[in-house]
C-alpha cells in the first residue's frame, strides 16, 4: 500500500502530465501526510517524556541511597534496648554472589548488619512486598531493616513487622519516623557481601593476603 507522500507525489504527478485527477484527491492527500506527520511527532515526544521520567527516577533513587547511607553512618536505627551502633562499613547496590542486592547494607560497629530500602513510588513500595527475601524474612539481609522513602509516600501501619522507616523532606533532611526492630538475617548472604568489598578495595598485609578482583569498588 502506498504511503500517503507516495500518494501526493503521484496526485502531483498526474497534475504535471495532464493525467485525470481532482484538486479534493490532492488536499487530501496532503492532509493525511500532514497527520502522519502529527502522530510521528507525537510519538516522539511521548518517548522524549518517558526517557525524562526514566532518568528523573533514576536520579531521586540514587539520591535516596546516597542520603540513607550518609545517614546509618551517623545515626543508629534503633532506640532503647534493641541497641544497634552506627555503621563504619557501607555498600549501595553492589553484585556479589549474595542471592540478594539491596540498595544499601551497612556493617554496624558491633555485631549487626543494617539494611536500607529506597522507595520513590507507590507502586514501588507494594511490588516489594512479592519478593521472596519479604515473603520469607529470615532469608534476606540485615538484623535491623527500615524503608527510605519521600515524606508521606509510606504509612508506618503499612510496614512489614519489625520493619523501621526513614522519611526525607524536600530539604533532604532524613528523619526516623519509626524504629527498626532486630530480626534474624541471613549471614552467609551477608558475609558474600562483606567477602566482595574485602576482595574489591582490601590490602594484603603481614598475617593477611588478598586476592583483589581486578576492578575497585567505586
Known amino acids: 500500500m502506498a ?6 507525489q503521484w496526485l502531483e504527478f498526474c497534475k504535471e502530465q495532464g493525467l485525470p485527477y481532482t484538486e479534493k484527491d490532492l488536499e487530501k492527500a496532503k492532509q ?5 506527520q502529527r502522530q510521528l511527532q507525537e510519538r516522539k515526544r511521548k518517548r522524549e517524556e518517558r526517557s525524562a521520567k526514566i532518568k528523573q527516577t533514576h536520579a531521586l533513587h540514587q539520591k535516596l541511597i546516597k542520603l540513607g547511607a550518609d545517614f546509618i553512618m551517623k545515626n543508629p536505627p534503633t532506640k532503647g534496648n534493641m541497641y544497634c551502633s552506627k555503621c563504619n562499613i557501607i555498600v549501595t547496590e553492589i553484585t556479589t554472589f549474595a542471592s540478594e542486592k539491596p540498595d544499601v547494607l551497612g556493617f554496624a560497629n558491633d555485631t549487626n548488619t543494617v539494611m536500607l530500602e529506597a522507595k520513590i513510588s507507590r507502586a514501588d513500595f507494594l511490588k516489594d512486598a512479592k519478593k521472596p527475601f519479604r515473603q520469607n524474612p529470615e532469608t534476606g539481609m540485615g538484623n535491623f531493616r527500615l524503608y527510605i522513602a519521600p515524606v508521606g509516600l509510606i504509612t508506618p501501619h503499612e510496614l512489614p513487622e519489625n520493619w523501621g522507616l526513614i522519611e526525607v523532606d524536600e530539604k533532604d533532611k532524613c528523619k526516623i519516623i519509626e524504629y527498626a526492630k532486630r530480626q534474624t538475617s541471613n ?14 578495595n582490601g590490602e594484603s598485609s603481614p598475617g593477611i593476603i588478598i586476592k583483589n578482583y581486578r576492578k575497585p569498588l567505586k
Not at 3 to 8: A, K, L, P, Q, W
Not at 32 to 36: I, Y
Request: charged share 45%; glycine share 0%; net charge positive.
Open 3 to 8: 504511503t500517503t507522500f507516495r500518494e501526493r
Open 32 to 36: 493525511k501526510e500532514a497527520e502522519l
Open 187 to 200: 549471614i552467609e548472604n551477608e558475609f558474600l557481601v562483606l567477602k566482595s568489598v574485602i576482595r574489591r
